[in-house]
């Protein structure tokens, strides 16, 4: 799936939770207006979808409200996965398969563990593998 940014700053959000995911309508996102982006996982959570969008600035992925966006391309790629978790702080993720299947990985790539980063930047390559060749 890709998206190309049309928004932002936290004010464009309508679905503003302030400091719950650490920005408020201040906020200005480090995405640039027109940029298209892969999205490489997505969790919902409280009536908010977030993508996980790489950072070409930075070089880091990070998670990023769905309102900023514009899908381009609604394709998924192969080998996503979904995960229903009830009872947890994000009750609905998609993405690859350590994204969803490892309780932990999401909140170790926020933390930037070694190992997380790792897994991200391999199924990146794949991800992006399979966008370029189709």
Same mark, same amino acid.
């Given at each position: 799936?890709?998206?190309?940014?049309?928004?932002?700053?936290?004010?464009?959000?309508?679905?503003?939770?302030?400091?719950?995911?650490?920005?408020?309508?201040?906020?200005?996102?480090?995405?640039?207006? $027109?940029? +298209?982006?892969? !999205?490489?996982?997505?969790?919902?959570? *409280?009536?908010?979808?977030?993508?996980?969008? /790489?950072? @070409?600035?930075?070089?880091?992925?990070?998670?990023?409200?769905?309102?900023?966006?514009?899908?381009?391309?609604?394709?998924?790629?192969?080998?996503?996965?979904?995960?229903?978790?009830?009872?947890?702080?994000?009750?609905?993720?998609? $993405?690859? +398969?350590?994204? !969803?299947?490892?309780?932990?990985?999401? *909140?170790?790539?926020?933390?930037?563990?070694? /190992?997380? @980063?790792?897994?991200?930047?391999?199924?990146?390559?794949?991800?992006?593998?399979?966008?370029?060749?189709?």
């Amino acid at each position: 799936m890709k998206v190309k940014c049309i928004h932002t700053l936290g004010k464009d959000v309508t679905n503003y939770y302030g400091d719950r995911f650490l920005y408020s309508e201040q906020t200005q996102f480090s995405v640039e207006l $027109g940029d +298209e982006l892969t !999205v490489y996982g997505m969790f919902q959570c *409280e009536n908010s979808l977030r993508f996980l969008l /790489h950072n @070409k600035r930075s070089n880091k992925p990070n998670w990023y409200p769905s309102e900023l966006f514009v899908i381009t391309d609604h394709t998924l790629p192969p080998n996503w996965y979904f995960g229903d978790r009830k009872n947890h702080k994000i009750p609905a993720i998609w $993405g690859y +398969e350590e994204m !969803v299947l490892d309780e932990n990985h999401y *909140e170790d790539l926020i933390e930037r563990e070694a /190992h997380a @980063k790792e897994v991200y930047f391999k199924r990146k390559a794949e991800i992006d593998e399979f966008f370029e060749s189709r």
